[in-house]
């Protein structure tokens, strides 16, 4: 713990009227004894190398910057010991907004609220300091500089190429006895080089060469992950080879397992069944292979039908599996093999349809134009389309295809495909051609849906107490990811990155990008074990989970609720921590009800002691509520940053600390405030649900569920559980921030003083 402090104000960087001096004297009589340097300096960024020198003379152990947001300028104040940061511009200056309504006015000393706001923030940061420190090292003695790729298919193969070529080992495991995967299927590829306006050769042989050659790169046929054992930098794989088990060590993983057709019987209200109708990936082989002879063809891309058909399958699906749940009166374990049977039919889902729309568009144009060629022109091709998604440059593609000889495209709903004596009929309504009609074609060939590998199998095998799998496949319908809006190679299991169609449907162009940009993930992670820090998205973090054994009552929550398996557990249900696994979110001391787990540098008693550090004044009336904010450091705070630069001011009453996540915020902070006299709790997390944007995954989302627990406690208190109110608050909604804040204060109000207050 810091017991010798030094505390540094950025006078341009504050402003407001604020009397800077003032500050700095009230810290040195507060403080006395446990600040030893204070001082004010015009613009804090010249004075580094100052601060750096009160350091090694002084022999300080903590530094304090109070000034802009912590958000800004973090590349300057690197020191040696631990820095804290105190935000006395964008959350306190910039955003003071008077209760009497009166606007600013320049030069003016800054009112007395004001100065009492900046006096607490100060007061918290300096007390942060006292109860935080340094962090000892978790790194690894040496991290294994081998990387693991799963599938052997053209984003694997391109992804063990470019972590060889970074002078990683690779190992490429392929469970089929030859490399390659979908794409030894495809007549050619979608365009990947300038000028992207036509289709190009896939380039799959020279890879395959490349890899083949390749001193660091060992490949493994017919193989499949046995056991993935570990953490980033010291994983223990083991491999299933025709040869029986091999166990190896390595520091990361790229999963390019790549995709598998959609189930036919979704396809089947649109002819398919028919000898004359295929989906797109059959056409690609069956072309390669000489065995298309017909000469009208028909590329359907409106899947409408088949949509329509899902749907009212799935009610019939549902209501028939709720009639059987109302009478079920079968043993726990069968109603258990029932609802995982139930989620492996759910993920095998029309939607994948929709979501292979853009790799059937392209796709589909470059089917149609190898035809023509191949023929002379003599085939006619037809794309009907109700959506032609044509992603990013590849739109010269497409243009290029509008001018195609023997290639004609319209927009149409395509009502029904049924097959007539010795051809298909495709009607088509509502054209581009301004009429309906009746196309005869010889063939029909409908869209593939690309299913993931990872929503019908365990790809990993992993050695976790979360069990051998990604978790909550169902709600990405089976891909791979753990952030979808801001992380896209990130998965669920720290160290392990996915690539490719498993991740979602996509041409090559956007695999090749895909493999590069997990490869770099993958030799991050194990940079970041060997020097024990996090990776995203607390990037170069050094803390990690401490936790105190003794006081532990094996209740498993942390386990259980930890978003990426960071956790194991021994025999008695012990928690056994893997550093390297960790992304630092605090979920699991947020979970622990005995509060037996920290950080050095975030911990329970660190921000409970933030909260008593504030000033509370006992008259309601007269000197307002006091509202605690917690926001979550992710979204909420930088739009709480974003909204003070935007001209956004709100209610002087309430003081806010930064969380990790919403996942940390253990209840006993909201008995600390309540007993401490705040009169309501903001809780101010990402948005959670189907469409979250949390961070970590679920953190908004548990602490919502503890709200439950929260209640319980407030209630025990004697205290209104309306005064703790969770919100939902994404980065670019600053707009919404002073309506947020001054309604909650507006209801506190109405309410009254919190009981506490006339203790």
């Not at 091999?246 to 209200?269: D, N, Q």
């Not at 002819?271 to 072309?287: D, I, N, T």
């Amino acid at each position: 713990m810091s017991s010798k402090i030094g505390v540094y104000f950025d006078a341009a960087n504050i402003g407001g009227g604020l009397d800077v001096e003032a500050l700095a004297a009230g810290v040195k009589n507060k403080w006395d004894s446990l600040v030893a340097v204070v001082r004010v300096f015009p613009v804090l960024a010249e004075e580094v190398a100052t601060i750096s020198k009160d350091i090694e003379e002084n022999g300080l152990d903590g530094v304090l910057i109070c000034g802009p947001s912590p958000r800004e300028d973090t590349d300057i104040y690197r020191f040696p010991v631990y820095t804290e940061r105190v935000n006395l511009h964008e959350q306190c200056v910039l955003s003071y907004e008077d209760p009497s309504g009166n606007p600013p006015v320049e030069g003016a000393p800054a009112p007395a609220l004001l100065t009492e706001i900046a006096t607490d923030y100060v007061n918290m940061g300096v007390v942060k300091l006292q109860k935080g420190n340094l962090p000892d090292s978790a790194a690894l003695d040496k991290g294994v500089h081998r990387i693991l790729v799963v599938g052997g298919g053209f984003t694997g193969l391109t992804a063990a190429l470019e972590a060889a070529q970074s002078g990683y080992e690779v190992v490429l495991v392929e469970k089929t006895e030859r490399l390659g995967g979908a794409v030894n299927n495809i007549p050619t590829g979608s365009p990947l080089h300038a000028p992207w306006d036509a289709k190009e050769s896939t380039g799959l042989p020279e890879k395959i060469a490349a890899v083949e050659k390749n001193e660091l790169i060992k490949v493994y046929l017919s193989s499949t992950v046995a056991k993935l054992a570990g953490q980033p930098g010291q994983y223990t794989l083991t491999l299933n080879t025709p040869k029986g088990e091999e166990t190896m060590e390595v520091g990361s993983a790229v999963v390019a397992a790549g995709w598998t057709p959609l189930a036919p019987k979704y396809l089947e209200s649109m002819g398919y069944g028919s000898p004359m109708v295929m989906h797109a990936a059959e056409f690609g082989k069956a072309f390669l292979a000489g065995q298309i002879t017909a000469r009208r063809i028909a590329f359907v891309l409106d899947t409408t039908i088949a949509e329509d058909a899902a749907r009212k399958a799935r009610e019939e699906e549902e209501q028939a599996k709720a009639a059987v749940e109302a009478e079920a009166s079968a043993a726990p374990a069968a109603e258990a093999e029932e609802e995982a049977a139930f989620v492996k039919v759910n993920l095998e889902s029309i939607e994948h349809l929709r979501y292979s729309n853009a790799v059937n568009s392209v796709g589909m144009l470059r089917l149609a134009q190898s035809v023509c060629e191949k023929t002379n022109d003599e085939t006619q091709c037809y794309v009907l389309y109700k959506d032609m998604v044509v992603p990013g440059i590849l739109e010269r593609f497409y243009r290029t295809m509008q001018d195609r000889l023997g290639l004609m495209m319209t927009k149409a709903d395509v009502t029904s495909i049924t097959q007539k004596a010795d051809h298909m009929v495709v009607s088509c309504e509502n054209t581009l051609l301004g009429i309906d009609f009746d196309l005869d074609c010889d063939l029909v060939v409908l869209p593939t849906g690309l299913v993931p590998v990872s929503a019908t199998e365990a790809i990993m095998q992993f050695e976790y107490r979360q069990g051998p799998d990604f978790p909550d496949l169902e709600l990405f319908d089976g891909y791979l990811d753990s952030n979808y809006i801001c992380f896209p190679y990130e998965t669920r299991r720290t160290g392990v990155y996915a690539a490719g169609c498993v991740r979602q449907p996509m041409t090559l162009d956007g695999c090749l990008l895909d493999a590069r940009g997990a490869v770099l993930k993958a030799i991050q992670a194990i940079e970041c074990a060997e020097h024990g820090v996090a990776v995203h998205p607390r990037s170069g973090d050094g803390t990690y989970p401490v936790f105190n054994f003794v006081r532990c009552t094996q209740c498993k929550r942390c386990t259980e609720e930890c978003p990426f398996g960071a956790l194991d557990d021994d025999e008695k249900g012990t928690p056994k921590p893997n550093p390297a696994r960790c992304r630092r979110c605090g979920t699991c001391f947020g979970a622990c009800p005995e509060r037996v787990i920290s950080f050095a540098n975030y911990n329970i008693d660190q921000v409970g002691s933030m909260i008593r550090e504030v000033t509370v004044p006992k008259d309601f009336k007269t000197c307002g509520p006091r509202i605690l904010i917690l926001a979550c450091e992710n979204d909420a705070y930088p739009a709480l940053d974003m909204a003070a630069l935007q001209g956004y001011r709100w209610s002087p009453y309430v003081r806010i600390i930064p969380v990790r996540c919403l996942g940390s915020v253990n209840a006993i902070w909201v008995s600390d405030a309540m007993s401490k006299g705040f009169d309501g709790v903001m809780l101010l997390g990402c948005k959670y649900g189907d469409d979250y944007q949390c961070h970590f995954v679920k953190g908004s989302e548990l602490c919502s569920r503890r709200m439950t627990n929260i209640a319980e406690t407030l209630n025990r208190l004697g205290v209104e559980p309306e005064r703790v109110e969770q919100f939902e608050l994404a980065i670019d909604e600053a707009d919404h921030v002073t309506d947020m804040i001054d309604g909650f204060v507006k209801r506190i109000e109405q309410m009254g003083p919190n009981p506490f207050k006339a203790m």
